[in-house]
């Protein structure tokens, strides 16, 4: 699928969400989970960090949507949040 093409429909979805469809915004973590996950694990090193990680980053990005000014697509916004809370895990294990 074209980036052009996935813009848009990842913009109709976000509009879907802006007007109260949930399922709308699910459909845009599940487009974008597996490398999410790739993400989080490469940079947490294991399952529980990354979980932990993505189910904050993902509450992170659910209600900080209204706020998403699609002046970057979503999975870069999405790739930024949870870049940042694996960050947190990592700060947060340190003793």
Do not use: N
């Amino acid at each position: 699928m074209g980036s052009e093409e996935q813009l848009r429909r990842e913009s109709a979805e976000l509009r879907e969400h802006a007007s109260g469809a949930r399922d709308a915004f699910g459909s845009l973590i599940r487009q974008h989970d597996l490398s999410m996950r790739r993400l989080a694990f490469g940079l947490v090193g294991d399952r529980g960090g990354m979980d932990d990680a993505l189910q904050e980053a993902y509450l992170r990005a659910y209600r900080g949507l209204p706020g998403f000014q699609g002046e970057s697509a979503f999975g870069t916004w999405l790739y930024r949040i949870v870049y940042r809370t694996c960050l947190d895990e990592l700060r947060r294990r340190k003793p």
